[in-house]
Nanobody, 125 residues
Framework: QAQLVESGGGSVQAGGSLRLSCAAS????????MAWFRQAPGKDREGVAT???????TYYATSVKGRFTISHDNANTQYLQMSSLKPEDTAMYYC???????????????????WGQGTRVTVSS
């Protein structure tokens, strides 16, 4: 059974940086793309960034482009380097994995069947 485990969340002041990690284990058949989503209190879950290593492609939400970088290593671990953090980046961040079909809408959470438990990021002003 596929499992995703996030780490690296925490509290930081505005302008600071954090790096999130997501370790994948179990069946990797569905791992054509891996992504980060976030959900702030009272808001819908939104796509942050997606990486599809075999396609050589990455996708970013407009709100994080230029500040966040998604990457992936050969050990089925993905990372989200977050810089120039803003209070509005405060949310629970989730790692997700999906099959090739997610390329239709790479930041749509409904296309990703496998999820981690989340890690909290708090940015104070």
């Amino acid at each position: 059974q596929a499992q995703l485990v996030e780490s690296g969340g925490g509290s930081v002041q505005a302008g600071g940086s954090l790096r999130l990690s997501c370790a994948a284990s179990g069946s990797t058949v569905s791992y054509y793309c891996m992504a980060w989503f976030r959900q702030a209190p009272g808001k819908d879950r939104e796509g942050v960034a997606t990486i599809c290593p075999r396609a050589g492609s990455t996708y970013y939400a407009t709100s994080v482009k230029g500040r966040f970088t998604i990457s992936h290593d050969n050990a089925n671990t993905q990372y989200l380097q977050m810089s120039s953090l803003k209070p509005e980046d405060t949310a629970m961040y989730y790692c997700a994995a999906g099959p090739i079909g997610v390329l239709r809408q790479p930041l749509d959470p409904q296309l990703f069947p496998t999820w981690g438990q989340g890690t909290r990021v708090t940015v104070s002003s």
